[in-house]
């Protein structure tokens, strides 16, 4: 067909150092389509979104098979520069994004590696700037932008050579639900405008109502629906199109929790006590107890001082004004294991927390790591990372435990995991998490803490009763984004 | 304020050259030549906190020098002093490559100077990788602290061990982003790159490598 952009034809790909890769897919895009790319982490769809933006075979090595076409030439004989004159990529995360650190600078940093007359590169920073609302945001460190502000410029990057393909890699996975939402409305002005887009993502909520395809990656092979209503008929576990149909409450979801249930009658042990306490203008006189036996989830838009907070209780940072008291050092999982990694291997890890044999060797059991208990913790994937770290928390001997975002990134299925493992830590420490995964709170939070402009703004415990406060917390998040988006 | 732009192919020259002179002049002409150099290029580029930091270190360094020899110190603590005073002013400058230049600034005048591209992108993702590094660290710190692993000079086989080992990880996952980042904005593409931020060679540029190459002539006839 004639609006085809993209086809594969029974594509595949074998890494040359494993035996892990993607086989005979097949699928056709057509223009102006949003297409979802989703599947369990390891089911291959980085691997098949690298195959369509070039990374691979251009940087990673191994044999590639069958044919992606756009019109009548193969993209996999083509060169990667070829290639992203019509294909524009996004990454996950914002330090991947940037070759440079100044707006302008990566703005016409492809214009230039294509040769682009300065006049020309005026002409097209102009139009970028109307089309993304960029004033304000032209010759600025990146560094220093937002979340939402470095996503409009990402975005403006990959589109900067008039591609009419846009690739997204898991786009929401560092976003609150309302930049998630914006972003869901952004790819639906692309849309209008008749570019095609390509989200690989775990979460789609963002996604509802607008998509117009959706592949689902299993074990290397690609199932293709040919709208949403299919996809949602097709028996994979798609709640996250709409978020606030989830029932229930924790691990198995069946939980009904009434208000008060959650109290208990004997006397709390308050582990940590944050009283009036401000830093710079980030945090505002905030206050809060947290106590043993409770997951207390830390909630707000992105930038509003959650890992400011969790920071200033560890002592990082100091507070300009207030106190804060915690019994003894906090123990804080960052959202990037790859900094917490210090041993020679995953055992030596969790000895270097506790020096008991028998204990570590036991957790690593129970984490499924066993086999892996020699490996150098960075030979790890991210989601064995990611358990390590929980093994890490599992055996330390603080009183306060705090997550950074434990979940981002994660498959349903390995979000359930992680939320059954910080489930468990609480009979021995108060839990703090840092969260934007609504599905996430839901399973392990007793308690959330709502965080607005720097300063609580609700604290409640989670129940029944209080889950309008909940939901009315997400939506404002989003409410937030769309009047300074306007 | 800023008197005067200066190509960065100029610093880069000026950086190359500097060390090498010590091995042909005397040092203690040397010394003060470059330290008043990197002054008046930096007063010049309006670099003021640089300045500050050039003349406090420098004079710190200095200080502490002239006082052990005066109570006749010389071993090899005072031997480190003299090579930070003698190199203190080539890093200052150098210090302006990373954080005055856009990596497309950077890109656009090393390949002025016709230099192939596999070095031009080489050199640029190098010099660009210092912010990183120095960032990383900050991180890298933070969580030993937190994980109750001390970063001490009483160990410091140990804590350099705890400290480089998640830095080359860093560093490896690093190289690959970013050159992900740089081939999907079409680095590789063949023929002459443009550039949006003009880096012609000036007469300024011209100037300012005069006063330097005539202040080390200088140092052959004193």
Redesign the interface.
């Known amino acids: 067909m004639s609006d085809t952009v993209l086809e594969a034809r029974e594509l595949g790909f074998c890494y040359s150092e494993s035996e892990e890769g993607i086989k005979n897919n097949s699928f056709k895009i057509r223009k102006g389509e949003v297409v979802l790319l989703t599947g369990d982490s390891g089911s291959g769809k980085t691997t098949l979104l690298k195959c369509l933006n070039g990374l691979i075979p251009s940087v990673t090595e191994g044999e590639i098979t069958g044919q992606l076409l756009v019109g009548d030439k193969d993209l996999c004989e083509m060169k990667m520069f070829e290639k992203n004159r019509f294909m524009g990529s996004v990454f996950q995360n914002p330090r991947t994004q940037f070759f440079t650190e100044n707006t302008t600078s990566e703005l016409v940093f492809p214009m230039e590696n294509y040769g682009m007359t300065k006049a020309d590169m005026d002409k097209r920073i102009g139009e970028l700037r109307e089309e993304f609302g960029l004033d304000g945001l032209l010759d600025r460190n990146i560094h220093t932008l937002s979340s939402g502000e470095r996503q409009k410029v990402a975005l403006a990057c990959a589109l900067a050579l008039g591609q009419k393909l846009l690739l997204f890699d898991e786009p929401s996975a560092n976003l609150d639900y309302g930049s998630a939402m914006r972003l869901g409305r952004i790819i639906k002005g692309l849309k209008e405008k008749g570019i095609t887009v390509i989200v690989a993502d775990h979460r789609f909520y963002y996604l509802s109502g607008i998509t117009d395809k959706v592949l689902l990656m299993n074990d290397g092979s690609v199932t293709c629906y040919e709208s949403e209503e299919e996809f949602k008929n097709s028996g994979y576990d798609t709640r996250s199109f709409d978020l606030f149909s989830i029932k229930g409450f924790g691990i198995s979801g069946k939980e009904e929790r009434k208000s008060g249930e959650n109290k208990r009658t004997t006397p709390r042990e308050c582990v940590g006590k944050i009283t009036d306490v401000s830093y710079k203008n980030i945090v505002s006189d905030v206050s809060f107890e947290l106590y043993k036996g409770e997951v207390a989830a830390l909630i707000g838009s992105n930038g509003v001082g959650k890992t400011t907070l969790a920071r200033l209780m560890c002592g990082s940072i100091r507070p300009t004004k207030g106190k804060i008291k915690t019994s003894g050092m906090p123990f804080y999982i960052m959202q990037d294991p790859d900094y917490q990694l210090f041993g020679t291997s995953a055992e030596n890890e969790l000895m270097m927390v506790k020096k008991d044999a028998d204990e570590v060797r036991t957790v690593l059991e129970s984490l499924g790591l066993k086999d892996k208990r020699k490996a150098h913790p960075f030979d790890l994937s991210g989601g064995q990372k990611q358990r390590l770290q929980i093994g890490m928390a599992v055996l330390c001997d603080r009183d306060l435990i705090i997550f950074d975002e434990p979940t981002s990134g994660l498959d349903s299925k390995s979000m359930e995991k992680v939320a059954t493992r910080i489930n468990g830590l609480r009979n021995k420490s108060s839990v703090l998490v840092i969260s934007h995964d609504y599905e996430f709170i839901r399973r392990v939070a007793d308690r959330v803490i709502y965080l607005e402009e720097g300063r609580v703004k609700d604290d409640y415990e989670l129940s029944e009763d209080t889950l309008d406060r909940l939901n009315g917390a997400f939506r404002e998040m989003e409410m937030k984004q769309t009047c300074e988006t306007a | 304020m800023k008197f005067l732009e200066v190509n960065p192919i100029v610093l880069v020259l000026i950086n190359i050259v500097s060390p090498t002179m010590y091995i042909f002049t005397k040092a203690s002409y040397l010394q003060f030549f470059l330290l008043g150099f990197a002054a008046c290029l930096l007063i010049l580029m309006g670099s003021f906190k640089r300045l500050f930091v050039l003349l406090g270190i420098y004079g710190v360094v200095y200080a502490i020098f002239e006082t052990s020899t005066g109570l006749g110190v010389f071993n090899s603590w005072t031997s480190y002093l003299v090579v930070i005073i003698e190199f203190v002013p080539c890093l200052v400058l150098a210090s302006l490559l990373i954080s005055k230049y856009?990596?497309?600034?950077l890109?656009?005048a090393l390949e002025g100077v016709h230099l192939p591209r596999t070095v031009v992108i080489a050199a640029t993702i190098t010099i660009?990788y210092i912010?990183a590094f120095r960032r990383?660290f900050g991180?890298?710190k933070?969580?030993?602290?937190?994980?109750?692993?001390p970063f001490t000079i009483r160990r410091p086989l140990r804590s350099f061990k705890?400290f480089i080992?998640?830095q080359l990880?860093?560093c490896a996952?690093l190289t690959?982003?970013?050159?992900?980042?740089?081939?999907?904005?079409?680095?590789?593409?063949?023929?002459?790159?443009?550039?949006?931020?003009s880096q012609r060679f000036r007469v300024s540029d011209a100037l300012v490598l005069a006063v330097f190459a005539g202040g080390l002539a200088a140092g052959f006839v004193i």
């Not at chain 2, 933070?142 to 692993?149: A, D, H, P, T, W």
């Not at chain 2, 690959?176 to 931020?197: C, D, F, H, W």
């Open positions: 856009s990596s497309s600034q890109l656009s660009k912010p990383e991180y890298i933070e969580s030993m602290r937190l994980r109750g692993i705890f080992v998640p990880f860093r996952s690959e982003e970013v050159t992900a980042a740089g081939l999907v904005k079409g680095i590789n593409a063949p023929g002459r790159r443009s550039s949006y931020y």
